[in-house]
């Protein structure tokens, strides 16, 4: 009967290949293809010094000495020497053996040693034996390195802990490119082009020099220069301020006691809530794909566009003007509090130093007893019971109705008719799927859209476009009627004033919230 053939150890490392996860994916067909094509690796060096082949040739039967007896004696012995390997090129062979060894074929006692060296891939290919197995770890979750290791570190790991243990040191692979100057250049002395991330800290703070890492695709070629991190340091104030703004409207906001639940809150809210979910989701996406530079704009976007540009801008009125305890502002404050640790938490790997500022200023001043950390605190998990697709689908509609009428108040304001859109009426022609949308959120609409009064029907005013999005849609803006208040800036009918103690003359809304905090 015909033995079975071993595989061979190219065999089994194209089979370690296939088991193994390689990020990006191109890097599997790289390393399999050079792995498939590649010749026999001779391990032996012709040098004068490096990492020695510790075998003996006895010199009266020529017997070559690799027996397990010889190698961990000499591992002892390189260990207990302040400069470990460089013993072997310091001694002679009889002072290397064991005492009293002899040739375990013809009994000599007289042997030479090697004096190649192994290759260097060789040394760096076997370093999952001193910095995984001496901790008791079979494999390491990932190996990283630019997309050169995989003809260099990668395939002498494979190779080597294939051979030795019939598998990969590794689970996964990542691969990233080289850094290049602004102009797509390689960084040299010569060009003066070198960006040290020193300086760039020096300058910048730690964060930014983080924020740029994760900002662009390292699977590529990634550029920095001087306009590169200028930009990134503009994200980074924006990333801040959105931060600052939410911690200083929730110093008194205490979540155990004062969270309105999810059925009570603001259907504004509900819609930011069930978004932040997605948005969430998509990042922990993300990131378990080691895809950083698509969470991170997916953040910035989201905090940017969604979050401050619609929802804190919406919500300044109901934060500002309501009195502190009242539902309106504890709803929003509710919504406020989830995004602040949902962005803490998600951001904390990327800004590190600024995220544990915020937290230890969370535990401060809002809830004490939270983790001494942010990196002892779990990340933020999308919660997939507050979706709520239908709201999503409304908002889809309001948000465009809204990006619309913010073109026809930015003409008006061009024009000088306002300067600031609560100095506005707008006038609003609907198509027929947006009609009663916006009629059964009448006395919402105007604050959504951040202006004073709203009126449905035909569109008129001293300017009127036509929708760009929203077809069938007009637009209309003219200059707000009434009196304007001078708390919140909103204006009214003379009719909706009430008159203060002192003589000022206020809104009846903004006579309840003074009211409600004693202060008439």
């Known amino acids: 009967m015909e033995e079975k053939r071993k595989p061979t150890l190219r065999e089994l490392a194209l089979k370690e290949i296939d088991r ?95 004096e190649d060296i192994l290759d260097v891939w060789f040394d760096s290919g076997s370093s999952h034996a001193a910095v995984l197995k001496a901790r008791g770890i079979q494999k390491a979750d990932m190996y990283l390195e630019g997309s050169d290791q995989h003809r260099g570190w990668f395939q002498s790991s494979l190779l080597e802990g294939t051979a030795s243990y019939g598998f990969a040191p590794y689970d996964s692979v990542l691969t990233h490119g ?30 930014i020099l983080r924020l740029w890492t994760v900002s662009e695709d390292y699977t590529e070629d990634i550029k920095i220069g001087k306009k590169v991190i200028q930009g990134i340091a503009e994200d980074y104030r924006k990333i801040r301020n959105t931060i600052r703004f939410l911690l200083g409207n929730l110093h008194d906001f205490d979540p155990d006691k004062d969270a309105v639940k999810v059925e009570n809150l603001h259907e504004f809210d509900r819609w930011m809530l069930s978004h932040l979910q997605k948005v969430v989701k998509e990042v922990h996406n993300h990131y378990r794909e080691y895809q950083f530079y698509r969470a991170f ?63 230890q200023t969370i535990r401060r001043s809002i809830k004490g007893d939270l983790p001494e950390s942010v990196f002892l605190a779990l990340m933020y998990q999308p919660k997939g019971e507050l979706i709520d697709e239908d709201l999503e689908a409304v908002y ?106 002192d003589g000022q003359r206020v809104c009846k809304r903004c006579y309840k919230a003074l009211k409600d905090m004693g202060l008439v």
């Open 20 to 114: 193994v996860r390689w990020i990006p994916q191109s890097g599997y067909n790289r390393i399999r293809s050079m792995v498939e094509n590649r010749p026999d690796w001779c391990i032996s060096r012709q040098r004068v010094w490096g990492v020695p082949i510790t075998v003996f040739y006895c010199k009266k039967c020529g017997e070559i000495i690799a027996d397990k007896e010889v190698f961990e004696h000499i591992a002892k012995l390189f260990e207990g020497y302040e400069y470990g390997a460089d013993l072997w090129f310091e001694r002679d062979a009889n002072e290397l053996l064991p005492e009293g060894y002899k040739c375990p074929k013809c009994g000599g006692t007289e042997f030479e040693k090697e």
């Open 178 to 207: 080289f850094i290049l100057d602004e102009k797509g250049r390689k960084m040299s002395k010569s060009l003066g082009n070198i960006v040290a991330p020193q300086e760039v800290i020096d300058q910048y703070g730690a964060d």
């Open 297 to 359: 704009n997916l953040l910035k976007a989201f905090i940017n566009r969604e979050l401050s540009a619609v929802y804190l801008d919406v919500l300044k009125d109901r934060l500002y003007v309501y009195a502190p305890d009242s539902w309106e502002r504890r709803s929003a404050q509710t919504v406020l509090w989830e995004i602040l640790m949902a962005l803490t938490t998600i951001l904390a790997p990327i800004l590190s130093f600024t995220m544990e500022e915020t937290w």
């Open 396 to 501: 889809s509609k309001l948000l465009k109705l809204r990006e619309e009428v913010n073109r026809a108040l930015e003409q008006a304001r061009r024009q000088k008719l306002i300067r600031h859109p609560y100095e506005a009426k707008v006038y609003l022609e609907l198509p027929e799927e947006y009609q009663k949308l916006v009629e059964s959120r009448a006395d919402y609409i105007p604050f959504f859209l951040s202006v004073s009064q709203v009126e449905v029907g035909e569109a008129k005013g001293d300017i009127v476009l036509e929708g760009e999005e929203i077809k069938g849609l007009k637009v209309g803006v003219s200059k707000a009627e009434g009196e304007k208040c001078p708390r919140c800036w909103v204006y009214f009918p003379q009719s909706e004033f009430v008159e203060l103690p």
